[in-house]
């Protein structure tokens, strides 16, 4: 394939991307196409309006906002202003951002993909994902996964292309860095990202040698701490505490530890064994013991001590349901059912050679955990569970 039809089908498939999340849109039901992200209306709106106002990033009663990250409150503040200036409504320059990560994603994937496979495979990488109904489905309104999974993927493209193709082009392992920090910022899911990227530095950056190899994890990890140390003296600064990233992390894990247990009107029940059930009812009993992420862990491994295999059944319903659980817990089994095939075409389109070859770690199964990791459990599934 020449260099411009390839660049022409690139071109093609990033409008691929934006028309099927536009037509998405359109085709969905009036129910479902209103804005069901609390977080949202709850917190990033009002931190964004806030930065546009000049307030900075401060939550209503004028405090600085630690709730989540900044990041995406800021690209909303951008996206407000930047319209503005071209006479576009906030509704429209939230649409326009929504449509063009959906465009970027897609054109990304396809670019961590054609760093190993030939074009038409790469083009075929990026043009599943554009189809993919819960990376349409978040992207009907605006979650902070939109754009964090662009960022994810620059991330792992810039960071796979400086390992195979460049290793020894150190603005590139910087820019990684910075981008991972980005991400981090945008959705603190993404902790710890840098540091797992720099232990691969180490290990596969092969053509380096070892105190090179070094450098250039030193050099990623800086531009992480750049993007992500700002945020982090901000928030020293104005609580006294050490926040990593969000002040909400134990609020969303004491969430995680009751999920099948706490009703809420518009759920329906799921059935689990009474042993699992009597754990989450006790983690649950003791929530006002919860009071830091160390305080959490505490609770987790008494309550694990204490009925270990019933700890276990949970650790594995939470792993499975990160797949397909849906907060409101429908729809379940076809969201199951779907996750299945996007699973089927991620192991036919990893080559038993290069399982034997010891290539887990190369770009195709880069690619494949690309598309798997944000497309499962809460960043791309109806809904959390």
């Known amino acids: 394939m020449s260099r411009r039809r390839e660049g022409a089908l690139v071109a093609a498939l990033f409008l691929l991307a934006m028309a099927a999340a536009g037509l998405f849109w359109a085709v969905l039901p009036a129910e479902y196409r209103q804005n069901q992200s609390t977080d949202y209306l709850a917190h990033y709106e009002p931190v964004a309006r806030a930065i546009l106002a000049g307030r900075g990033i401060t939550d209503e009663a004028g405090e600085l906002a630690t709730r989540y990250p900044p990041g995406f409150s800021l690209l909303l503040a951008g996206a407000w202003g930047l319209g503005r200036a071209v006479g576009l409504s906030d509704t429209a320059a939230l649409l326009a951002l929504r449509l063009l990560c959906a465009g970027l994603a897609a054109l990304l994937l396809y670019g961590l993909a054609r760093l190993v496979w030939p074009a038409w495979a790469a083009l075929a990488v990026g043009a599943v994902w554009a189809v993919y109904p819960f990376a349409l489905w978040i992207t009907k309104q605006p979650n902070s996964e939109v754009p964090f999974i662009p960022l994810f993927f620059a991330t792992l493209l810039v960071f796979w292309l400086a390992v195979l193709r460049r290793p020894r082009v150190w603005p590139l392992y910087l820019l990684a860095g910075a981008l991972a920090g980005a991400a981090m910022l945008v959705r603190p899911a993404a902790l710890g990202l840098g540091v797992v990227l720099a232990?691969?530095?180490?290990?596969?950056?092969?053509?380096?040698?070892?105190?090179?190899?070094?450098?250039?994890?030193?050099?990623?990890?800086?531009?992480?701490?750049?993007?992500?140390?700002?945020?982090?003296?901000?928030?020293?600064?104005?609580?006294?505490?050490?926040?990593?990233?969000?002040?909400?992390?134990?609020?969303?894990?004491?969430?995680?530890?009751?999920?099948?247990?706490?009703?809420?009107?518009?759920?329906?029940?799921?059935?689990?064994?009474?042993?699992?059930?009597?754990?989450?009812?006790?983690?649950?009993?003791?929530?006002?013991?919860?009071?830091?992420?160390?305080?959490?862990?505490?609770?987790?491994?008494?309550?694990?001590?204490?009925e270990p295999l019933a700890f276990l059944k949970f650790t594995l319903i939470k792993a499975g349901r990160s797949w397909y659980g849906i907060d409101s817990r429908t729809f379940e089994g076809p969201t199951l059912a779907i996750q299945l095939l996007y699973l089927a075409l991620i192991l036919g389109a990893t080559p038993p050679s290069s399982l034997r070859a010891r290539r887990w770690a190369s770009p195709g199964w880069a690619t494949n955990c690309g598309t798997c990791w944000p497309a499962t459990g809460s960043s791309c599934s109806p809904s959390g569970s």
């Not at 609020?251 to 009107?265: A, I, N, R, S």
């Open 199 to 306: 232990v691969l530095v180490v290990l596969l950056a092969r053509p380096v040698r070892w105190p090179a190899r070094l450098g250039l994890a030193a050099l990623l990890l800086l531009g992480n701490a750049l993007v992500v140390a700002p945020w982090l003296g901000a928030a020293y600064a104005a609580t006294g505490k050490i926040i990593p990233l969000s002040s909400g992390g134990t609020v969303t894990l004491k969430d995680g530890l009751t999920f099948l247990v706490v009703e809420k009107e518009y759920r329906q029940d799921v059935p689990v064994a009474e042993d699992v059930a009597e754990l989450m009812r006790a983690y649950q009993s003791r929530r006002a013991e919860m009071t830091s992420t160390g305080a959490l862990l505490g609770v987790v491994l008494d309550e694990a001590r204490r």
